[in-house]
């Protein structure tokens, strides 16, 4: 099947069956897809946080606001950016990228540094308006993987992040979290969801052409 009809298929899962299990591999798959994601400046300024442990994923049911997917769910991912850019951040990157890639550092010295000139100069907030950008491309990709994998997946920003960070301890990691993905497989006898119509605004009203 092709990503489209595989983007038909998926849909934002509402009951999860608890006793499905999806498989490490296809989670590999799923997380591969978020990290291999385009970033700006390729820093990759955000991280992906996989909970499988019962508890865990009970304690964060309040913290979604009742959604009971989160405990349902096989696994849970968490996307969490960087709460502010730092010079030893970009460094890091671009140090392993001219490690990897075997070139002089003076080849990216100039771009390092207009990058820290803008970053450094901003606030936190608005380092984390940027980083959180990022963040959703890899979110958008690890649910496309998903759906390509048959494995169903709910987009969710209906949490208290703040209580989330907490909970996983991201503030010491120097994260924030910014979007949850649980996977697993539909409970279709169960989920009022499943057999709705996907509703999308029309091509025509979608896309704005200028010729
Ligand atoms: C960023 C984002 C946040 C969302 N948050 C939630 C959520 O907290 N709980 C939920 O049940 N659905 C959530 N959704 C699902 C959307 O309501 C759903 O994707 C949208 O209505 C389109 O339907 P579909 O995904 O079934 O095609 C979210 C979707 C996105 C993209």
Known sequence: MSLLENLKWRYATKKFDATKKVSEDDVNKIVEAARLAPTSSGLQQFRVIV??????????????????????????????AWDKYTAERIDDVFNATVAERQIPYEQVAAYVERLKSIYLNQSAEENFVHTARQAYIGFGLSIAQAAELKVDATPMEGFTSTDLDALLGLEAKGLKSVTMLPLGYRDAANDWLVNLKKVRVSTNDFVIEYR
């Open 51 to 80: 909970v499988t442990n019962q508890e865990l994923k009970e304690k964060i049911v309040p913290i979604a606001w009742g959604q009971q997917i989160v405990a349902d769910c096989s696994h849970l991912l968490v996307f969490a």
